[in-house]
Each structure stands twice: as C-alpha cells, then as structure tokens.
T-cell receptor, first 112, second 114 residues
Framework: GNSVTQMEGPVTLSEEAFLTINCTYT??????LFWYVQYPGEGLQLLLKATKADDKGSNKGFEATYRKETTSFHLEKGSVQVSDSAVYFCALSDTGRRALTFGSGTRLQVQP | KAGVTQTPRYLIKTRGQQVTLSCSPI?????VSWYQQTPGQGLQFLFE???????NKGNFPGRFSGRQFSNSRSEMNVSTLELGDSALYLC?????????????FGPGTRLLVL
C-alpha cells in the first residue's frame, strides 16, 4: 500500500535559518505529492504540490521537488520566520484511490 | 469564494451515543472527503463522496458512515461512540478529486467522547 514517511519533530530553528523537512514515499504508479500546513486550532492548508517527476512546487518561499528516483519530496525554505511555526504534513494521492495518504507530520518551532 | 465549512466546531458526547457532523464544500465542488486526525494514528481517510455516491472508503468500522446530498453538502455519522473516537474530524472538498486535484480542508469538528 501507499505510505509517507516524514522526519520526526519537533524541529526548532532560529528566525532566518534554513529549513529542510524530509519526506519519502512508497506508492504504485505515479502519485501526486503535496505539502499541507496546520496552524494551531485550524484545519489543513495546501502549501504546495507537484503532480509529476521533476516538478517543483513553490509557495510563500517554500519549495519542494518531486524526485522519482529517490521517491522523495523534501520541503525547503531559505529563511524561516516565527509565523512559519506550525505542523507540516507531506501527503500523496495516487491514480487509483481518491484519498490522501499523509505522513505523521513535523512540528516546526521558529524562535525569534 | 467561501471555504469549506464544518459544523459544529466542538462536540462532547458520551460513550454509546451517536453523532452527526456536517460539511459544506466550496461552491462548485462536487467531491467531499472525510478524515480523522488523532495524536496516535495521525490523519486517516474515512470516505469520499461524489454525486451523492460513496466512491472510496477507508479502513474504518461500519459505525462510521456518511452521505452526500444533491447540493454536495455531506454529513458523517458515528454510532455507538467509543472513547477512541475522540478526534478532530476534517472534511475536504475538491472539484472532482482526480489525479493531482487539490483537496481544500475545513477547520474541522473536534469530538470528545467521555
């Protein structure tokens, strides 16, 4: 079956530090890949997505590249802000099931 | 355009009771999916509805059920509540939930079972 593995959190960074959150996946076929973010007390917001190999999704300074050869979709940001503190979820949807499979989430804490 | 709305936002029930949660999708979206979020199991897919038909179902017992109305609004029902059903229930809508289709999430209904 499908699965998504994310690095364990929490990740604690100082403001303006570089962020990487690792995500690898297992899936049949050619899944689409997503990063969602969840702020305290809220639902999930789409951060970025990529639908085919070598695609790069980007939004609000965050980027992730769909790497089929390494089955990865790592999230990066060059300079984090306190307002980026949240839980980040990597997810995939495959061609057969219309359902998202999520990773366990990575909590990011950015200190001023 | 208004986002996905869910009601109620918070709910407290006791074991053995049943509960109904409601979701209104983004206008024009015809697919509605439900997810359960718990600290232990994370985010898990419950089911997906499209044009009033369940198209896909996750690995949950039959106590969890849902339906979709002609206006795409959806409800999910949990009967004979158990303590382990305490969770954040998230609804998501999309235009047609095809490959690569983005699912837009509501704020969730937080259910506490005592």
């Amino acid at each position: 079956g499908n699965s998504v593995t994310q690095m364990e959190g929490p990740v604690t960074l100082s403001e303006e530090a570089f962020l990487t959150i690792n995500c690898t996946y297992t899936a049949t076929g050619y899944p689409s890949l997503f990063w969602y973010v969840q702020y305290p007390g809220e639902g999930l917001q789409l951060l970025l997505k990529a639908t085919k190999a070598d695609d790069k999704g980007s939004n609000k300074g965050f980027e992730a590249t769909y790497r089929k050869e390494t089955t990865s979709f790592h999230l990066e940001k060059g300079s984090v802000q306190v307002s980026d503190s949240a839980v980040y979820f990597c997810a995939l949807s495959d061609t057969g099931r219309r359902a998202l499979t999520f990773g366990s989430g990575t909590r990011l804490q950015v200190q001023p | 355009k208004a986002g996905v709305t869910q009601t109620p936002r918070y709910l407290i029930k006791t074991r053995g009771q049943q509960v109904t949660l409601s979701c209104s999708p983004i206008s024009g979206h015809r697919s509605v999916s439900w997810y359960q979020q718990t600290p232990g199991q994370g985010l898990q897919f419950l089911f997906e509805y499209f044009s009033e038909t369940q198209r896909n179902k996750g690995n949950f017992p039959g106590r969890f059920s849902g339906r979709q109305f002609s206006n795409s609004r959806s409800e999910m029902n949990v009967s004979t509540l158990e303590l382990g059903d305490s969770a954040l229930y998230l609804c998501a809508s999309s235009l047609d939930s095809g490959l690569g289709e983005t699912q837009y999430f509501g704020p969730g209904t937080r259910l506490l079972v005592l």
